[in-house]
C-alpha cells in the first residue's frame, strides 16, 4: 500500500510558501548577484526550505503528515547563497 502522506504534505509545503511569499514585505537583495529578483529568491529559498525541512508521517486510523522546517538552517543557508534583507 502507498503512502499518499508525502504528495499532500509537499502540496502543503508549497502552499505555506506562496502564502509567505505573498504577506513578506521585506525585501531581499542578493550581494554575489545583484541582478537577481524575487523569481531567483523563491528559488532559492524553495530549494533551502526543501532541503532543511522533513516530513513525519503518523500511522493510525487515518494517516497524518506533518512537515516540520528548521528556519534558522534556513536563513543560514539563504545567507551562504548571497541573500541579505534590505530596507525598502
Avoid at 541582478?35 to 532559492?44: A, I, S
Wanted: some cysteine; hydrophobic content about 35%.
Amino acid at each position: 500500500m502507498r503512502d499518499k502522506g508525502l504528495p499532500r504534505a509537499s502540496a502543503l509545503l508549497a502552499m505555506a510558501f506562496g502564502i509567505l511569499c505573498a504577506c513578506s514585505s521585506a525585501r531581499h537583495q542578493n550581494v554575489n548577484h545583484p541582478n537577481y529578483g524575487d523569481l531567483e529568491y523563491g528559488t532559492d529559498l524553495a530549494a533551502c526550505k526543501k532541503l532543511h525541512s522533513t516530513v513525519v508521517s503518523i500511522q493510525g486510523y487515518d494517516v497524518q503528515s506533518q512537515v516540520t522546517t528548521d528556519e534558522a538552517k534556513v536563513a543560514t543557508c539563504m545567507t551562504e547563497r548571497g541573500w541579505q534583507t534590505v530596507s525598502q
